[in-house]
């Protein structure tokens, strides 16, 4: 599959995997499944798209919130098993945007990690999926993405 060829195609780099921000694992791996945490967007150890979508920040920037989690998610998940050529599946994600209570696109920004998952992993790619408006996320930030990933 060669995961990480495809994200340099794509002019993208896995960037370092984050630190945990406090008593967690960044992926767990219980059989054949990897759980991994929920990931903000961040680059070069700071965090980025600060804001709530639907007031700071535009659908766009939300979306792209959303895909710099998910390189992120990739990142730790490549700390835990090696190689991301492991994935069989990606089984589910879950995308929580912070949003004004109006805003109704939720669905639209965390495409920003489906739509790059899909890329990568071709059909084993396409994911059960929840997105969801938030009050609040750590540090402020945009966009928080999890994910359930199947690996052999």
Same mark, same amino acid.
């Given at each position: 599959m060669q995961v990480e060829a495809k994200l340099h195609a794509l002019g993208l780099e896995l960037p370092p995997p984050p630190r945990p921000a406090a008593n967690y694992l960044g992926a767990v791996q219980a059989?054949?499944? #990897?759980?991994?945490?929920?990931? @903000?967007?961040?680059?070069? /150890? !700071?965090f980025i798209y600060v804001g709530k979508v639907g007031k700071d920040?535009?659908?766009?920037?939300?979306?792209?919130a959303a895909r710099i989690a998910a390189l992120n998610c990739l990142a730790s998940a490549k700390?835990?098993?090696?190689? #991301?050529?492991?994935?069989?599946? @990606?089984?589910?994600?879950? /995308? !929580?945007?912070?949003?004004?209570?109006?805003?109704g696109e939720q669905h639209k920004v965390v495409n920003g990690a489906s739509d790059l998952l899909v890329h990568l992993f071709g059909d084993s790619g396409r994911h059960a999926r929840s997105a969801v408006g938030m009050q609040a996320l750590?540090?402020?930030?945009?966009?928080e993405i999890?994910?359930?990933l199947e690996v052999a």
């Open positions: 059989g054949q499944l #990897l759980f991994v945490s929920g990931h @903000v967007p961040t680059k070069d /150890g !700071m920040l535009s659908l766009e920037e939300g979306y792209e700390t835990a098993i090696g190689d #991301l050529d492991r994935i069989t599946r @990606v089984a589910k994600i879950l /995308g !929580m945007v912070n949003c004004t209570d109006d805003f750590p540090f402020g930030v945009a966009v999890e994910m359930i």
